[in-house]
């Protein structure tokens, strides 16, 4: 009985799974890359250009230093 309580209030108390990022770099071609839970989410070079996958949506953010942010989606079209 204590045990299925046990495992029962394991079960409530979980946290949701955290995202494990590292940032790798300096790669020969100039670029930072960072690596969430196994997955390239970004990608930026010391001049402030990124671009930054959301592998929800099938879209990439490309950032550009003194221009507006543009959204390119990927939708297999």
């Known amino acids: 009985?204590?045990?299925?309580?046990?495992?029962?209030?394991?079960?409530?108390?979980?946290?949701?799974?955290?995202?494990?990022?590292?940032?790798?770099?300096?790669?020969l071609d100039g670029t930072y890359v960072t690596v969430c839970n196994g997955r390239v989410t970004r990608v930026r070079d010391d001049a402030g250009n990124s671009r930054t996958w959301d592998h929800d949506t099938n879209t990439v953010t490309v950032r550009s230093?003194?221009?507006?942010p543009l959204v390119l989606g990927f939708d297999g079209r």
């Open 65 to 68: 230093r003194g221009a507006a």
């Open 1 to 27: 009985m204590i045990a299925i309580a046990l495992y029962v209030a394991s079960l409530v108390s979980q946290q949701p799974r955290a995202q494990h990022c590292e940032e790798l770099g300096r790669r």
